[in-house]
């Protein structure tokens, strides 16, 4: 069954300092993979994606992820993060061919230490 | 570009009753997608409707039960309301076509609340 991972469930990194979100995925063959944001009260908003090509995606906000298929993982990463970044992280699969379901992990809540 | 809008923002309900959630989808976008998102989780794909059909369901009972109108519009409706449905529910739309094809744009949602 198709599923996604994310390890963990609260992370906290002070304000400047490096990010990486982790998202490991079960599939049969290469999915799309996205990484999206929800801060609180709000809707889901697309950070980046992978369809196929180049491993390394760059997405808005300054955010990037890379796809390791030995691993089957797609995570999410930041050079140096910034109050506004608080949120909730989440990682989600779809079929190669169709994002018409997409399959989303639980989630990982981000918060910065001033 | 209003984007993907949604109404009511909030609902309260009582276990039994019957509630109809709607979505507008982004312009141009002809395919609507709902997720429910119980606190705490990741969205659970519900069910997907494209020219006026449900095309996909995901693991859900009859109860949850849909709609999309020829202007691309879409409605949910959840019969016998249980505590369990209560949940942020939200609504996604994509274009079938374009450089956006395969991208879903989420709606805020509309936070429902079985009493």
């Known amino acids: 069954a198709q599923s996604v991972t994310q390890p963990d469930i609260h992370i906290t990194v002070s304000e400047g300092a490096s990010l990486e979100l982790r998202c490991n995925y079960s599939?049969?063959?290469?999915?799309?993979l996205f990484w999206y944001v929800q801060s609180p009260g709000q809707g889901l908003q697309l950070l980046l994606k992978?369809?196929?090509?180049?491993?390394l995606v760059q997405g808005i906000k300054g955010f990037e992820a890379e796809f390791k298929r030995s691993q089957s993982s797609f995570n999410l990463r930041k050079p140096s993060v910034h109050w506004s970044d608080a949120a909730e992280y989440f990682c989600?699969?779809?079929?190669?061919?169709?994002?018409?379901?997409?399959?989303f992990g639980s989630g990982t809540r981000l918060s910065i230490r001033p | 570009d209003a984007g993907v809008t949604q109404s009511p923002t909030h609902l309260i309900k009582t276990r039994g009753q019957q509630v109809t959630l709607r979505c507008s989808p982004k312009?141009?976008?002809?395919?609507v997608s709902w997720y429910q998102q119980a606190l705490g989780q990741g969205p659970q794909f519900i069910f997907q409707?494209?020219?006026?059909?449900?095309?996909q369901r995901g693991n859900f009972p009859d109860r949850f039960s849909g709609h999309q109108f020829p202007n691309y519009s879409s409605e949910l409706n959840v019969n016998a309301l249980w505590l369990g449905d209560s949940a942020l529910y939200l609504c996604?739309?994509?274009?079938?076509?374009?450089?956006?094809?395969?991208?879903?744009?989420f709606g805020p949602g509309t936070r429902l609340t079985v009493l």
């Open positions: 996604a739309s994509s274009p079938t076509s374009g450089s956006s094809y395969n991208e879903q744009f």
């Open positions: 599939y049969g063959a290469t999915p799309y």
């Open positions: 992978y369809f196929s090509g180049d491993t």
């Open positions: 989600a699969v779809a079929p190669w061919g169709s994002a018409s379901k997409i399959i």
């Open positions: 312009s141009g976008h002809d395919t």
């Open positions: 409707y494209y020219e006026e059909e449900e095309r």
